[in-house]
């Protein structure tokens, strides 16, 4: 039996609307809601100082040294200042080499701290020589971060289908007028990101730097080292954007690629076939049973063991799904949550939607997210060329572009680099990283860059997804790649005999 969302005050049903809604839309994540402040003042003397970085789920703390700096919010001498977070891991040699290992966090709109957190133990052996450096990109994490007031509610609990593009638009409009009381947007982009990068590496005294940028990271550690190619020593591309590509028109459409390959991989495996069938089918089921009626299950928080309410509606599962194929683990299950739902039991669903979202829905900024597609990508929209009819045949359907596109329209486009969409050509030794199950990055655009870069190497990771750092054996390839920055002579076999975790077939797990 269906149970009917109960009515609830009307600004609490945009609140959610809008976390839900910007939880879909964003590139690659999720948006953080709390107001930034305006930064003024000359820049401060550098110098570390103890303190912790902790994890979303305050399950570790990783000790490290802090410092803020502050940087010109713009171009002008009388422009305002950022502040600029950084935190260095040490390495643990006494003899640490001069050339850090930098972090270039996803998104857009995460900071590379929060990412270390989730992700230290793939750097564990390559730290034994070099610093970990972490600089929250300007408008991310602890950097004057971009982020909204007005959806303080835990965004676990938020989201309610029912509103359209034209309510999410009025709301992010808000975020935007907030935003722009402290801040120029137009200051938030890549290339400005980039100058950023080149003067903390400049008053830290570091000589060259190793680059490691997933996602978006990787378009940043490609303009970084076309603008200062004489800074870099190495680099790894993870989940790789090529500076050619234009974000947002195809995001349904890989996403649609890597969901049905999850779903064919199900079909071919004879306990997963057995068990459920075509996985498609209950995906369509779902999604038309909650557009028509969404529901609310009750359920205890991740954090703190209390009950409290998730309504799930279309949009959700689209969510839920999208995020599920990022991870292979979490892909494993999503072919069991589905079926259950199509009949009618929908806890598990709610389950992988909270594991999905907990600990990273606060963890990205969607100011910072709108003022980089909006000027690097927005511009480079062409309609004729999208395939609107791809798009709404995809389980996400035309939302994503539709809400990019109408959210551009009106936030402001910064400056970008004349050469920012060139392809990157260079000798810098390079790893490329890539999985045939990415749902956003497919390995076509790490190839397309590797055939620009004369130094590289491109290692794709059968069923792997977005991003390589879950790997078990990357701390070892990485130990290898930075002490030696030779891609032609490393050894990345071990990779290729990574297996990917077998699809749950019973709320126990596994099949023994």
Known sequence: ????????????????????????????????????????????????????????????????????????????????????????????????????????????GMGAQLMYTMSSSAFARARRDRDILLIDQRGTGKSTPLTCSGAAEDPLAAGQQGAGIDEFVALTTVCRDSLARHHDLRSFTTSQAVRDLEEIRARLGYDRLNLYGVSYGSRVAQHYAREFPTRVRSMVLDGVVPPQTVLGPDIAIDAERAVEALFDRCRKESSCKEAFGDPRLSLREVQSALRREPISISLPHPQTGKPFSLSLGATHIATVTRLSTYDPYLAAMLPLVLYEASRANYRPLASLFVMTLSGVSASLAAGMHNSVVCSEDFPRFDRAKVDRQALEASYLGPMIFDALSSVCKTWPRGEVDKNFNEPLKSDIPTLLLSGTLDPVTPPSGAALVGTTLRNSLHVVIENSAHGQLAVPCIDRVFRDFFGDADPKNLDTSCLKRWVAPPFWTSLSGPPP
């Open 1 to 108: 039996m269906r149970t009917r969302i109960p009515d609830r005050p009307r600004r609490y049903v945009r609140r959610q609307v809008f976390v839900a809604l910007s939880t879909v839309v964003l590139v690659m994540g999720f948006p953080l809601f709390v107001e930034a402040k305006e930064t003024t003042g000359a820049p401060q003397t550098e110098r570390f100082t103890s303190c912790r970085l902790v994890h979303p789920l305050k399950v570790k703390s990783i000790e490290a040294e802090c410092m803020t700096i502050r940087v010109r919010e713009g171009n002008e001498t009388s422009s305002r200042y950022l502040d600029i977070s950084i935190a260095r891991v040490p390495a643990v040699s006494s003899k640490r080499k001069n050339d850090p290992i930098v972090l270039l966090a996803g998104g857009p």
